[in-house]
């Protein structure tokens, strides 16, 4: 079982990036996909999540970006429009079974992956 992260990179505020994250040895068919980031010094944090085909978001991405998967359900996308510097993070991909209330709890989600950097400069 295995997730890989891809897609980040170094942009300009305003930009847009997409993240991908692949699966192996499962599908999302009935495991929830969600993306967290860290940035330096902080905590890691939820991004966004999408679990039996509903999606959830941090409300300081909530209309820029989007999170979604793919009809044969071994991958999950993150559109990420109009960065901002302050989205500079290393961007994991995780896989789970959290319930609603845990959806944006990193220790809901039992498969991580590698992590993806993301840069945005002002």
């Known amino acids: 079982v295995q997730l890989q992260a891809s897609g980040g990179g170094a942009v300009q505020a305003g930009d847009s990036l997409r993240l991908s994250c692949a699966a192996s040895g499962f599908t999302f068919n009935n495991l929830a996909a969600g993306w967290f980031r860290q940035a330096p010094g902080k905590e890691r944090e939820f991004v966004a999540a999408i679990r039996l085909g509903r999606t959830f978001y941090a409300d300081s991405v909530n209309g820029r970006f989007t999170i979604s998967r793919d009809r044969d359900k071994t991958t999950v996308h993150l559109l990420m429009n109009g960065l901002k510097p302050e989205d500079t993070a290393v961007y994991y991909c995780?896989?789970?079974?959290?319930?609603?209330?845990?959806?944006?709890?990193?220790?809901?989600?039992?498969?991580w992956g590698q992590g993806t950097q993301v840069a945005v400069s002002s």
């Open positions: 995780a896989a789970g079974t959290p319930i609603i209330s845990t959806i944006r709890t990193s220790t809901a989600y039992s498969y």
